[in-house]
């Protein structure tokens, strides 16, 4: 794993955990302070790792300004093709199962996996038979951008 993934990684954990707290989208400034803040303490205290916990930090700052962005002017599809990962769990559930739903009701064979790591990923066999243009599969493509490859077997989830 490079480590400008595993930065990803850490500031997409740093903003999910944002996130669920209360009222961030009110002090969102204030979040992100804090969230800098925590990460330069932890730079000072391991000067080795600075330069990467200072990037985490940023990196956190512009994924919650992102999203504080989407859900402000209602984006949905960012919301759901950029920020997935910072809903709550069960928000995240729902949509995924009705989206599989609607695809398996349209035809399309959907399994779901997950790696090692419990990170899901979704298999899709016959989508060519919901016609979809091709500019709304080129934007699809470029919201899912560089996928993770798996860590480990797949195990089949449904």
């Known amino acids: 794993m490079t480590i400008e993934t595993r930065i990803e990684q850490i500031a997409r954990q740093a903003a999910s955990l ?6 961030w989208i009110d002090n969102l400034d204030a979040l992100c302070s804090m969230i800098r803040n925590q990460f330069i ?13 200072h ?47 609607v695809l398996r009701d349209s035809g399309v064979q959907v399994d779901q996996f997950k790696d090692e790591s419990g990170q899901t990923f979704i298999r899709m ?9 091709d500019s709304e599969i080129s934007r699809m493509n470029a919201i899912a951008g560089d996928l993770p490859s798996p860590v ?7």
Not at 18 to 23: H, L
Not at 125 to 133: A, F, S, T, V
Not at 152 to 158: C, D, I, Q, S
Request: glycine share 8%; proline share 5%; hydrophobic share 40%.
């Open 55 to 101: 990037a985490v930090a940023n990196r956190a700052e512009d994924i919650l300004r992102g999203y504080h962005a989407a859900l402000a002017a209602n984006d949905i599809g960012t919301v759901i093709g950029l920020y997935f990962d910072l809903m709550p769990p069960e928000l995240q559930a729902k949509i995924n199962n009705g989206a599989i739903d």
């Open 41 to 53: 303490d932890k730079a000072n205290q391991c000067p080795h790792a600075a330069q990467d916990l």
């Open 125 to 133: 066999n016959g989508i060519e038979k919901l016609e979809i243009p």
């Open 18 to 23: 944002a996130v669920n707290t209360d009222g």
């Open 152 to 158: 480990g077997e797949l195990h089949r989830v449904h």
